[in-house]
């Protein structure tokens, strides 16, 4: 899953599409893209016209009538194959995924609890509503909620995140996905989906392409395509009258031919563009994916391009999910050497970063910096999500550490004492944003709590550079986290983010979405609990973290299959990339025509007006090499540009008009001069193959 | 280019900016009905017209209302004219008793006086009373320069509204462009015109001898009023001798005023500018090709200051004088190199110490190669249509360049705000692709430009190639339209591409050398000015309503400046290809061909 990015050119995938390029050349299908539709037109007019020169009443020798027709009918089949391709790029992203669907055998349970007699069935078998065992080491058979239990569950399959993740009953945690497996515990989870709509099927349903829909920009786009083809189509129309007036007037030549003139008309209209537009679309969400992306339309992925203001959520986005050791308030009576000492031994079997992060500050404190600290004959008691506790029992001492209110209920049960002033000091360091971590001891009967350790909040290494390219590209960035003003203000500071919202409630975040909405900006988020599910539904992307609940995956636009609320800026990269892939391609496409119109005018009128030979600026060596080799051009440029209309225009985070020099210059002006190099070229070939 | 030539046409753009600022900040107040003092003692006399007309303030228009309020006012318009044409024989104040003019004639001459072509099928001394010029014509060329101001202030609407249903009202529109601009204007100008020595009176033509009778031969006319073939079908001629002259006059300097300041060109004579009543002096001429572009470059500045930014004006501004100041050079380039068929006939044509050189056939001694240069440049480039010389003897890339500026779609500053709502259309083009560019959806002055706007904006821009290219390929087919070309080779082609050209475009100016006065122009013509016109009005107020009804966005980094260099070379850029496309192949067989026949390509 890990690895969905694939060669450009995978041979069967390329025969595959041949194939599928063929198969497309139905006029049902072909009449879905206008500007290909016109050209598919022209070339059944030419085999036409062939028909007839072959049988001796041609405007033009059969020979040539046929050369233009069959380059005609490879610029149809070029644009079916860059759509085949892309589509197939697509469907094998969506095989990948396939894979994870296997039969498993679901152990059904007769009542919704754990103690209820099961049977077992296959997966395919189980409807909305059922209710399953999963135990440890089984894989869970269709996606859904668990109602009891706590597990910790490998979702690697589907999101490439090595770490296991714990699933509970209740809360934001609920939420598993069909195809993972519980290392431990086990869970009762009911079945939310019926086969066949689980969450991996729509997933595969999206990228096979089956369900695209065009966007609003290509809508757009599709519209200025037509008017061009139509104003091309007027240009090239009226020159047959124009061209026997002309001769009329002149007395010498004959009108231009039918063959010339649908040559012309195919070379002007936009095919470059219109060939490809649909391959951009699928690519687009095809890059999507190779993010680990999916988007559950091409809307979605547009919409990202045109983000203004984004929202992220602090833990996990902007700074470390997990937060690290910062400070030890001794509790009286207990100095810090002391506290530091326990909160170093209850941490030395904890392996999660909070654990090591305490080691490492108890280390310096202690002034142990590289010593190995060893705790022979020590039974270490681990994490678990009843206890929600860990500790060492050693030399007869029980020292635990873990959430403040769980401490407190273990030493209050053991007989100890919560004083005031530790309570006071969970609270302040609560008040500042950061997570209170309380150690308590335990020797002799005697319980008493040692003092707490504060857990602070680490903005990420880079994210400040991140923002600031975001800046550059005009996108405001707002964090949104549930700690105070003070605190918040103290982070967002530091990460270097525009603004932030403090304090934030359900109804404050949706509030903020509405007001930039009602500014006109458009806003994308991230989000993963339940309670985010109305802003995510609200925002204009929306980001649901595949570890999220099930009701944040359908209020969101997008899933995040990595559950990692970073991926925001690559998703709006992606979506800019795939608007100025059209753009750029259609600069390139309207400024090719400049060199075919000095190629074809010429050509098409050698023989009425001779002086207009001095348009020939290319020095192309007969009328119809010059045709031709503009025909073919305009040909198989669209096959050279498959590779960038797939992958994409390189993006660059800059200001809106340093892309646009850019790009005017890499794709206007080059546009303008590469087709004079390449009829040039192909027109040279012609002749060196005694071909024209 | 010598220094008086950079002189003259520095002074001419130096005075127009500094006119159009002031114009243009004055419009913008104007049409928002903050009136400065000096016109404020007006305002009785435009509330009196709503009350006459029952308009109510305030009640703003949805643009379909306003687009049927312009189509209807326009029909009362054609009506109206057409009828005047139709009765002039016995309507007051005809003292030439000027006949009734043909059905197709009155047709095509009341389209184009409405829709601010005022192509001119007929010769205005010959042809029209003094009604019918001060009643029909004169008044069209207020109204029709008042219904393009006010389709362009409903489109400036658009982009500065948020979330609204209407974008104005049109009849309070069209009184404002009328009472506050286009009136004190002209009697500003027709009085200086008048210092020069344009005639302004309703006396009969005066009738003068000659100090020497001319001998001279004319052709028969018979009893139907054809005239009369010989066996070999040339016209019999007949020996006729001229004793007295008669000198046209009429109320012209009124009626110039406005034909210049409105962007009309429909001269009172059939010589248009050329005529010593109708253009006597060097100075005449300046105010007259300043008052062409006076209102559309200070369109731009009202523009600018409507959406809260100048520099978006300036921007808009910028582009339009690049372009004309580039054809400009051509069209010198080509009129001071004359043509060289002359010089291999040993005729100097060429400039030197002694004379000027140049092609000066068609030309004014009085104006001169430069100054016809900027009319012919300016008149086109703006859809006015006068001319100052006759277009049909410029050589031929010195006739390409009024053509092709009239091709563009009449952007080039264009006619009063007809030039600048369909410049705004390009831009929307422009932006769209360059929005793409930059990878995001495209917007323009914080309206987000979609589907339907792409869709409004291709029908404005197919609409005029539609008509001038369809056109030319029916009458070079068809027997009625071929029969008009004079002159047949590419020198005709290039006449009947000028002539749709013009109409579709609303110019008005014409390649003589057509005959054009017959049912079948007037009609194909006329229809082509309706289509042109009317087509691109309905297609910009759909525009207009649709981005009123949108949200407007803030600018942000990631906003596409519209205001800076780039830009303006976006939207040169945009004109110049879908106008260098549609047109490159018609072109090649006109004037390009001609040309290069003429210069000896082989």
């Given at each position: 899953m890990?690895?969905?990015?694939?060669?450009?050119y995978?041979?069967?995938?390329?025969?595959?599409?041949?194939?599928?390029?063929?198969?497309?050349?139905?006029?049902?299908?072909?009449?879905?893209?206008?500007?290909m539709?016109v050209?598919?037109?022209?070339?059944?007019?030419?085999?036409?016209?062939?028909?007839?020169?072959?049988?001796?009443?041609?405007?033009?020798?059969?020979?040539?009538?046929?050369?233009?027709?069959?380059?005609?009918?490879?610029?149809?089949?070029?644009?079916?194959?860059?759509?085949?391709?892309?589509?197939?790029?697509?469907?094998?992203?969506?095989?990948?995924?396939?894979?994870?669907?296997?039969t498993?055998?679901?152990k059904?349970?007769?009542?919704?609890?754990?103690g209820?007699?099961?049977?077992?069935?296959?997966?395919?078998?189980?409807?909305?509503?059922?209710?399953?065992?999963?135990?440890?080491?089984?894989?869970?058979?269709?996606?859904?909620?668990?109602?009891?239990?706590?597990?910790?569950?490998?979702?690697?399959?589907?999101?490439?995140?090595s770490?296991?993740?714990?699933?509970?009953s209740?809360?934001?945690f609920?939420?598993?996905?069909g195809?993972?497996?519980?290392?431990s515990?086990?869970?009762?989870?009911?079945?939310?989906?019926?086969?066949?709509?689980?969450?991996?099927?729509?997933?595969?349903?999206?990228?096979?392409?089956?369900?695209?829909?065009?966007?609003?920009?290509?809508?757009?786009?599709?519209?200025?395509?037509?008017?061009?083809?139509?104003?091309?189509?007027?240009?090239?129309?009226?020159?047959?009258?124009?061209?026997?007036?002309?001769?009329?007037?002149?007395?010498?030549?004959?009108?231009?031919?039918?063959?010339?003139?649908?040559?012309?008309?195919?070379c002007?209209?936009?095919t470059?563009?219109?060939?490809?537009?649909?391959?951009?679309?699928?690519?687009?969400?095809?890059?999507?994916?190779?993010?680990?992306?999916?988007?559950?339309?091409?809307k979605?992925?547009?919409a990202?391009?045109?983000?203004?203001?984004?929202?992220?959520d602090?833990?996990g986005?902007?700074?470390?999910?997990?937060?690290?050791?910062?400070?030890?308030?001794?509790?009286?009576?207990?100095?810090?050497?002391?506290?530091?000492?326990?909160?170093?031994?209850?941490?030395?079997?904890d392996?999660?970063?909070?654990g090591?992060?305490?080691?490492t500050?108890?280390?310096?404190?202690?002034?142990?910096?590289?010593r190995?600290i060893h705790?022979?004959?020590?039974?270490?008691?681990?994490?678990?999500?009843?206890?929600?506790?860990?500790?060492?029992?050693w030399?007869?001492?029980?020292?635990?550490k873990?959430?403040?209110?769980?401490?407190?209920?273990?030493?209050?049960?053991?007989?100890?004492?919560?004083?005031?002033?530790?309570?006071q000091?969970v609270?302040?360091?609560?008040?500042?944003g950061?997570?209170?971590?309380a150690?308590a001891e335990?020797?002799?009967?005697?319980?008493?709590?040692?003092?707490?350790?504060?857990?602070?909040?680490?903005?990420?290494?880079?994210i400040?550079?991140?923002?600031?390219?975001?800046?550059r590209?005009?996108?405001?960035?707002?964090?949104?986290?549930?700690?105070?003003?003070?605190?918040?203000?103290?982070?967002?500071?530091?990460?270097?983010?525009?603004?932030?919202?403090?304090?934030?409630?359900?109804?404050?975040?949706?509030?903020?979405?509405?007001?930039?909405?009602?500014?006109?900006?458009?806003?994308?988020?991230?989000?993963?609990?339940?309670?985010?599910?109305?802003?995510l539904?609200?925002?204009?992307?929306?980001?649901?973290?595949?570890?999220?609940?099930?009701?944040?995956?359908e209020?969101?636009?997008?899933?995040?299959?990595?559950?990692?609320p970073?991926?925001?800026?690559e998703?709006?990269?992606?979506?800019?990339?795939?608007?100025?892939t059209?753009?750029?391609?259609?600069?390139?496409?309207?400024?090719?025509?400049?060199?075919?119109?000095?190629?074809?005018?010429?050509?098409?009128?050698?023989?009425?007006?001779?002086a207009?030979?001095?348009?020939n600026?290319m020095?192309?060596?007969?009328?119809?090499?010059?045709?031709?080799?503009?025909?073919?051009?305009?040909?198989?440029?669209?096959?050279?540009?498959?590779?960038?209309?797939?992958?994409?225009?390189?993006?660059?985070?800059?200001?809106?008009?340093?892309?646009?020099?850019?790009?005017?210059?890499?794709?206007?002006?080059?546009?303008?001069?590469?087709?004079?190099?390449?009829?040039?070229?192909?027109?040279?070939?012609?002749?060196?193959?005694?071909?024209? | 280019?010598?220094?008086?030539?950079?002189l003259?046409?520095?002074?001419f753009?130096?005075?127009?900016?500094?006119?159009?600022?002031?114009?243009g900040?004055?419009?913008?107040?104007?049409?928002?009905?903050?009136?400065?003092?000096?016109?404020?003692?007006l305002?009785?006399?435009?509330?009196?017209?709503?009350?006459?007309?029952?308009?109510?303030?305030?009640?703003?228009?949805?643009?379909?209302?306003?687009?049927?309020?312009?189509?209807?006012?326009?029909?009362?318009?054609?009506?109206?004219?057409?009828?005047?044409q139709?009765?002039?024989?016995?309507?007051?104040?005809?003292?030439?008793?000027?006949?009734?003019?043909?059905?197709?004639?009155a047709?095509?001459?009341?389209?184009?006086?409405?829709?601010?072509?005022?192509?001119?099928?007929?010769g205005?001394?010959?042809?029209?009373?003094?009604?019918?010029?001060?009643?029909?014509?004169?008044?069209?060329?207020?109204?029709?320069?008042?219904?393009?101001?006010?389709?362009?202030?409903?489109?400036?609407?658009?982009?500065?509204?948020?979330?609204?249903?209407?974008?104005?009202?049109?009849?309070?529109?069209?009184?404002?462009?009328?009472?506050?601009?286009?009136?004190?204007?002209?009697?500003?100008?027709?009085?200086?015109?008048?210092?020069?020595?344009?005639?302004?009176?309703?006396?009969?033509?005066?009738?003068?001898?000659?100090?020497?009778?001319?001998?001279?031969?004319?052709?028969?006319?018979?009893?139907?009023?054809?005239?009369?073939?010989?066996a070999?079908?040339?016209?019999?001629?007949?020996a006729?001798?001229?004793?007295?002259?008669?000198?046209?006059?009429?109320?012209a300097?009124?009626?110039i005023?406005?034909?210049?300041?409105?962007?009309?060109?429909?001269?009172?004579?059939?010589?248009?500018?050329?005529?010593?009543?109708?253009?006597?002096?060097?100075?005449?001429?300046?105010?007259q090709?300043?008052?062409?572009?006076?209102?559309?470059?200070?369109?731009?500045?009202?523009?600018?200051?409507?959406?809260?930014?100048?520099?978006?004006?300036?921007?808009?501004?910028?582009?339009?004088?690049?372009?004309?100041?580039?054809?400009?050079?051509?069209?010198?380039?080509?009129?001071?190199?004359?043509?060289?068929?002359?010089?291999?006939?040993?005729?100097?044509?060429?400039?030197?110490?002694?004379?000027?050189?140049?092609?000066?056939e068609?030309?004014?001694?009085?104006?001169?190669?430069?100054?016809?240069?900027?009319?012919?440049?300016?008149?086109?480039?703006?859809?006015?249509?006068?001319?100052?010389?006759?277009?049909?003897?410029?050589?031929?890339l010195g006739?390409?360049?009024?053509?092709?500026l009239?091709?563009?779609?009449?952007?080039?500053?264009g006619?009063?705000?007809?030039?600048?709502?369909?410049?705004?259309?390009?831009?929307?083009?422009?932006?769209?692709?360059?929005?793409?560019?930059?990878?995001?959806?495209?917007e323009?002055?914080?309206?987000?430009?979609?589907?339907?706007?792409?869709?409004?904006?291709?029908?404005?821009?197919?609409?005029?190639?539609?008509?001038?290219?369809?056109?030319?390929?029916?009458?070079?087919?068809?027997?009625?339209?071929?029969?008009?070309?004079?002159?047949?080779?590419?020198?005709?082609?290039?006449?009947?591409?000028?002539?749709?050209?013009?109409?579709?475009?609303?110019?008005?100016?014409?390649?003589?050398?057509?005959?054009?006065?017959?049912?079948?122009?007037?009609?194909?013509?006329?229809?082509?000015?309706?289509?042109?016109?009317?087509?691109?009005?309905a297609?910009?107020?759909?525009?207009?309503?649709?981005?009123?009804?949108?949200?407007?966005i803030?600018?942000?980094?990631?906003?596409?400046?519209?205001?800076?260099?780039?830009?303006?070379?976006?939207?040169?850029?945009?004109?110049?290809?879908?106008?260098?496309?549609?047109?490159l192949?018609?072109?090649?067989l006109?004037?390009?061909?001609?040309?290069l026949?003429?210069?000896?390509?082989?």
């Amino acid at each position: 899953m890990k690895t969905t990015s694939q060669s450009l050119y995978d041979r069967a995938l390329l025969q595959e599409a041949a194939w599928e390029s063929v198969k497309r050349l139905s006029p049902r299908y072909q009449v879905k893209n206008p500007v290909m539709f016109v050209v598919w037109l022209g070339s059944l007019l030419t085999t036409g016209l062939w028909l007839q020169a072959l049988a001796g009443e041609g405007e033009a020798p059969a020979g040539f009538i046929l050369a233009i027709t069959l380059w005609l009918w490879f610029t149809v089949l070029f644009a079916n194959f860059a759509e085949a391709v892309a589509e197939g790029r697509g469907k094998a992203q969506a095989a990948a995924l396939k894979g994870l669907k296997k039969t498993v055998w679901a152990k059904k349970l007769r009542e919704a609890h754990a103690g209820a007699p099961f049977h077992t069935v296959p997966s395919e078998d189980l409807r909305k509503g059922d209710v399953v065992l999963v135990q440890a080491g089984d894989v869970i058979p269709g996606d859904g909620e668990v109602v009891e239990g706590v597990a910790s569950v490998d979702e690697s399959a589907i999101t490439g995140e090595s770490a296991p993740v714990i699933r509970e009953s209740g809360g934001d945690f609920s939420a598993v996905t069909g195809g993972t497996r519980v290392l431990s515990d086990w869970l009762v989870v009911k079945i939310t989906v019926n086969p066949g709509e689980t969450f991996l099927d729509r997933m595969i349903g999206m990228v096979e392409g089956a369900r695209r829909q065009k966007t609003p920009n290509e809508i757009a786009l599709t519209i200025l395509l037509v008017a061009l083809t139509l104003t091309f189509l007027l240009a090239t129309a009226t020159l047959l009258p124009f061209s026997i007036y002309s001769v009329g007037v002149a007395g010498s030549g004959s009108p231009v031919t039918v063959t010339v003139l649908v040559a012309l008309l195919v070379c002007l209209i936009p095919t470059t563009i219109g060939g490809l537009l649909s391959a951009i679309g699928v690519a687009g969400m095809g890059r999507m994916m190779e993010k680990n992306v999916i988007a559950t339309s091409g809307k979605a992925v547009e919409a990202a391009g045109d983000v203004d203001v984004l929202l992220l959520d602090k833990t996990g986005t902007i700074t470390l999910g997990n937060r690290q050791a910062a400070a030890f308030a001794p509790a009286a009576g207990v100095s810090e050497k002391e506290l530091a000492e326990a909160a170093l031994l209850a941490s030395l079997a904890d392996e999660t970063p909070e654990g090591r992060s305490i080691v490492t500050l108890a280390k310096e404190r202690l002034h142990q910096r590289g010593r190995d600290i060893h705790a022979d004959g020590a039974s270490f008691v681990h994490f678990t999500a009843q206890t929600r506790m860990s500790g060492i029992d050693w030399q007869g001492r029980s020292i635990r550490k873990g959430a403040a209110d769980a401490v407190k209920a273990h030493i209050l049960a053991l007989g100890g004492e919560w004083s005031a002033a530790v309570q006071q000091a969970v609270d302040d360091i609560a008040r500042r944003g950061a997570t209170p971590l309380a150690v308590a001891e335990s020797s002799a009967g005697a319980a008493r709590v040692l003092g707490v350790v504060e857990l602070k909040d680490i903005v990420k290494g880079g994210i400040k550079e991140r923002f600031a390219e975001l800046r550059r590209m005009g996108i405001k960035t707002v964090m949104i986290t549930g700690d105070n003003s003070l605190t918040a203000a103290a982070i967002a500071a530091e990460a270097g983010v525009d603004d932030f919202l403090a304090e934030a409630t359900p109804e404050a975040k949706l509030k903020l979405i509405r007001q930039h909405q009602q500014d006109g900006r458009l806003v994308a988020m991230t989000g993963d609990g339940t309670n985010d599910a109305p802003a995510l539904a609200q925002a204009d992307v929306a980001v649901a973290m595949n570890s999220g609940t099930q009701a944040a995956k359908e209020a969101g636009n997008m899933v995040d299959l990595d559950s990692n609320p970073t991926k925001l800026i690559e998703i709006v990269e992606t979506g800019k990339q795939m608007l100025m892939t059209r753009g750029a391609l259609t600069t390139f496409s309207i400024a090719n025509d400049v060199a075919k119109y000095f190629a074809i005018i010429p050509a098409a009128f050698a023989a009425t007006y001779p002086a207009l030979g001095v348009l020939n600026v290319m020095g192309l060596a007969t009328p119809a090499s010059a045709i031709l080799s503009a025909v073919i051009f305009n040909a198989l440029v669209i096959v050279a540009l498959i590779p960038l209309a797939l992958k994409g225009v390189a993006y660059r985070p800059q200001g809106a008009a340093a892309i646009l020099r850019r790009n005017l210059l890499v794709y206007g002006v080059g546009g303008l001069v590469v087709p004079f190099a390449g009829i040039k070229a192909i027109d040279l070939m012609l002749v060196g193959l005694h071909l024209a | 280019m010598n220094a008086n030539l950079l002189l003259q046409y520095g002074f001419f753009f130096a005075v127009l900016f500094l006119l159009a600022w002031p114009l243009g900040l004055y419009m913008a107040r104007i049409y928002r009905g903050d009136l400065p003092a000096f016109v404020a003692w007006l305002r009785p006399l435009e509330n009196f017209c709503y009350r006459l007309a029952g308009v109510r303030h305030g009640d703003d228009m949805g643009w379909r209302r306003y687009a049927g309020a312009v189509l209807a006012f326009s029909l009362l318009g054609v009506l109206a004219v057409y009828a005047l044409q139709r009765l002039q024989l016995w309507l007051p104040f005809n003292p030439q008793a000027m006949a009734n003019t043909t059905p197709d004639l009155a047709f095509n001459t009341a389209v184009s006086f409405v829709t601010n072509t005022n192509w001119q099928a007929y010769g205005g001394e010959t042809t029209m009373s003094y009604l019918t010029q001060m009643l029909g014509l004169a008044v069209q060329n207020f109204l029709s320069a008042a219904t393009g101001m006010a389709v362009v202030v409903a489109l400036m609407r658009g982009f500065q509204r948020k979330e609204a249903g209407g974008i104005g009202n049109f009849w309070i529109d069209l009184v404002r462009s009328t009472l506050y601009v286009l009136l004190p204007l002209s009697l500003i100008l027709a009085l200086a015109l008048v210092g020069q020595g344009v005639v302004q009176s309703v006396a009969p033509y005066a009738s003068v001898p000659l100090t020497q009778a001319v001998d001279y031969e004319q052709p028969k006319v018979g009893a139907d009023g054809q005239p009369v073939l010989d066996a070999a079908g040339k016209p019999v001629l007949e020996a006729a001798t001229a004793r007295e002259q008669t000198l046209a006059l009429g109320p012209a300097a009124s009626q110039i005023a406005i034909k210049h300041l409105g962007t009309n060109g429909g001269g009172f004579f059939n010589a248009n500018s050329s005529h010593p009543y109708e253009n006597p002096t060097p100075v005449s001429n300046l105010l007259q090709m300043l008052a062409i572009v006076l209102i559309p470059a200070a369109l731009c500045f009202t523009f600018g200051r409507w959406v809260g930014d100048l520099r978006q004006g300036l921007a808009i501004l910028a582009a339009m004088t690049a372009i004309l100041v580039a054809l400009l050079a051509v069209e010198v380039w080509a009129e001071q190199a004359g043509n060289p068929l002359f010089e291999r006939l040993g005729l100097a044509t060429q400039g030197s110490e002694l004379m000027a050189g140049g092609n000066m056939e068609g030309k004014e001694a009085r104006f001169g190669i430069s100054a016809t240069s900027l009319f012919v440049t300016v008149t086109t480039a703006v859809s006015c249509g006068a001319v100052n010389a006759m277009h049909d003897s410029l050589t031929p890339l010195g006739g390409l360049v009024p053509m092709w500026l009239m091709q563009l779609g009449e952007v080039v500053f264009g006619g009063v705000g007809s030039g600048l709502y369909g410049m705004l259309v390009f831009a929307i083009v422009g932006v769209f692709v360059a929005g793409l560019m930059i990878g995001r959806t495209p917007e323009y002055l914080g309206k987000k430009i979609e589907a339907y706007e792409m869709k409004m904006a291709a029908v404005a821009i197919l609409a005029t190639p539609l008509a001038v290219l369809l056109g030319t390929a029916l009458s070079l087919m068809l027997e009625a339209g071929a029969a008009g070309v004079f002159n047949p080779g590419a020198h005709g082609f290039s006449e009947v591409l000028y002539a749709f050209s013009s109409a579709a475009n609303n110019n008005g100016s014409a390649f003589a050398g057509l005959g054009a006065n017959t049912p079948y122009y007037n009609t194909a013509l006329g229809l082509a000015m309706l289509f042109g016109r009317f087509t691109i009005i309905a297609a910009v107020l759909a525009i207009a309503g649709s981005l009123a009804a949108k949200k407007r966005i803030p600018p942000s980094a990631g906003t596409l400046p519209t205001h800076t260099p780039l830009f303006v070379v976006l939207l040169i850029g945009t004109v110049i290809v879908v106008g260098a496309l549609t047109f490159l192949p018609s072109l090649a067989l006109g004037p390009v061909v001609e040309h290069l026949q003429m210069v000896g390509v082989r």
